[in-house]
């Protein structure tokens, strides 16, 4: 059991070590690296695929990273905006990791990029404890998943610097709850905002461009205190990965401005000795 809990802590802790040294470099050449995540179905392909649509029509120069256990669809259908996209196939690993994410960059991002789109593979489990290098991190949700999924993925939805609803389209058919949802993305990220988005409707489309612009030219980033996430069934600092993806590592801190690394842990801790009287997330409805 400990030599098991060490040897995470040794994996997770290389892979910290990448993920500093790749938001340097990407720091130093001023692109800023937002890492999407979500379970499969979420429309995070298609909400993406708006944005750097925007991106191009704007002329921002963007690129995007799409990682897949398999096939090369999402690639397909990003390139079909003209901005350059880059396929992981992970041939069956359930995240990305700093080091992967360096190596596929290497030689390929254009020297221009101004945000690096990198959307992680479907997964709330282990994506969520791996620091990418990112600047902004996003979680997703669609209105057909259920509004407990904060709940239920504390980990993921509670380091979220942005949390995103897709589909919006669908929620009366689907009978979504709003706001029991923004209660529980409140358990577990106080203060988070939640942009409410639909790519059919073109809803909310243009949030993520801006907010990661935003960031480049210095705008902090939300910091997520996961106070209530910590307290959630089933999260465990010191114990082995479990269903809600705490894993036996301190949790990845995404950074709070472009170029800036992790917070240390002692000012992550002090947050958490203190009581957050929030009510709901602040709320975006575009």
């Known amino acids: 059991m400990c030599r098991t809990t060490d040897l995470r802590q040794a994996v997770l802790a290389r892979n910290d070590d990448s993920a500093r040294a790749l938001r340097a470099e990407l720091a130093a ?10 379970s499969p179905g979420s429309g995070k392909t298609a909400l993406l695929e708006a944005e750097l649509a925007l991106a191009r029509a704007r002329e921002v ?8 256990l398999a096939t090369e669809n999402d690639a397909r259908r990003l390139a079909r905006t003209g901005v350059p996209v880059q396929q992981v196939c992970t041939d069956g690993l359930c995240h990305l990791e700093a080091v992967m994410l360096r190596g596929y960059l290497a030689g390929w991002l254009p020297a221009d990029t101004r945000v690096l789109f990198v959307e992680n593979v479907g997964n709330l489990v282990c994506p969520a404890v791996y620091d990418l290098g ?13 509004e407990d999924k904060p709940l239920k993925y504390p980990t993921a939805f509670g380091l979220a610097q942005l949390v995103m609803v897709t589909k919006t389209d669908l929620a009366a058919a689907v009978g979504f709850d709003e706001d029991a949802f923004l209660g529980n ?8 905002d939640v942009v409410f988005t639909s790519a059919r ?23 997520p205190v996961m106070a209530a996430a910590q307290a959630a069934p089933g999260y465990s600092p010191g114990g082995p990965l479990g269903e809600s ?42």
């Open 185 to 192: 993305v409140a358990r577990v990220n106080p203060g988070v």
């Open 201 to 223: 409707e073109g809803r909310g489309v243009g949030t993520l461009l801006e907010r990661a612009l935003a960031v480049r030219d210095g705008a902090a980033a939300h910091r």
């Open 61 to 68: 120069p963007v690129a995007a990273l799409t990682a897949d």
């Open 29 to 38: 050449r001023g692109t800023v690296a937002v890492n999407l995540l979500s």
């Open 245 to 286: 993806g705490a894993h036996a590592h301190s949790a990845p801190h995404p950074a709070t401005a472009a170029g800036a690394g992790p917070r240390p842990h002692h000012e992550h801790e002090h947050e958490h000795g203190h009581g957050h009287g929030h009510g709901h997330p602040m709320v975006d409805r575009l």
């Open 134 to 146: 990112e600047t902004l991190r996003v979680t997703l949700a669609a209105v057909t998943e259920g």
